[in-house]
């Protein structure tokens, strides 16, 4: 073989690899979900649309499945005068969310789509009868949560959630 064509090979080479090494580092790449995992607290405030805020407390637990892709919410909170509980089951496809909600306390439910990235999510909650924007941020053990709704007795709301530090053991 000419040193010319050696010299070629050795450099297909050393490019198959590095597209190899691309491939494996974008499918280890994390899901918009990763991170989420486990039991949160914390409070906040809900606003009505007649302007009345409260202060609101709130419990999320999150289990995250697939490399980050996939998530199952519960969110549920409470003020001294209204409260709801939201479940959702949602995966990721790229930065593309979406997926499937229901409300308990009122019984209605939608679908959830929008955009995410490792420690932010935008996403717009739809039904029929109502509709909502929700914005999701989290960095390390802290997550703000922010919802928005227009047209109904629910405003919004905003709530700052703390990841639960239990140990296994106090789980059983």
């Excluded at 409070?43 to 490399?67: F, M, P, W």
């Excluded at 996939?70 to 990721?92: K, P």
């Excluded at 439910?109 to 989290?138: C, E, K, M, Q, Y």
């Amino acid at each position: 073989m000419s040193p010319i064509a050696q010299r070629l090979c050795r450099l297909g080479a050393a490019a198959a690899i590095m597209l190899c090494a691309a491939a494996l580092s974008a499918t280890a790449e994390a899901g918009p979900f990763s991170g989420l995992d486990g039991q949160w607290t914390g409070a906040g405030h809900i606003k009505l649309s007649d302007g009345t805020q409260e202060r609101i407390r709130c419990r999320a637990s999150y289990a995250v499945g697939n490399g980050g892709t996939m998530l199952q919410q519960a969110l549920r909170c409470a003020s001294d005068s209204y409260n709801f509980e939201l479940r959702s089951d949602v995966e990721s496809h790229g930065s593309r969310i979406s997926g499937n909600w229901n409300e308990l306390t009122r019984n209605i439910g939608g679908t959830v789509s929008g955009h995410g990235r490792s420690g932010h999510i935008d996403v717009a909650i739809n039904n029929p009868n109502f509709s909502a924007s929700l914005t999701l941020t989290s960095h390390g053990d802290h997550q703000s949560v922010t919802i928005r709704s227009k047209g109904t007795a629910f405003a919004g709301a905003t709530v700052s959630l703390r990841r639960s530090r239990r140990s296994v053991s106090e789980d059983r």
